[in-house]
């Protein structure tokens, strides 16, 4: 994971080095996901997300589009 300060640090980033531009993730999306993803994983009925639940944090949090389909 990087962490940029801008959408104009990730092209220049980008560009520099020669990487195609990927879709961004704000701290308060990835906060929100880090949340639904791991928020109970210390209880004993704890287990990873699958399939369409994936598919609804993604969305819940703003994860949309090609990039973030299952495959």
């Known amino acids: 994971m990087l962490l940029f300060r801008d959408e104009e640090h990730v092209g220049r980033w ?3 080095r020669g990487v195609p531009r990927r879709p961004l993730v ?5 906060w929100e996901l880090a949340v639904a993803w791991y928020g109970e994983r210390l209880t004993p009925a704890a287990r990873r997300p699958m399939g369409d639940e994936v598919r609804e944090i993604f969305a819940r949090v703003g994860l949309v589009g090609e990039f973030w389909e299952l495959g």
């Open 14 to 16: 980008c560009t520099s």
């Open 26 to 30: 704000t701290l308060p999306q990835l």
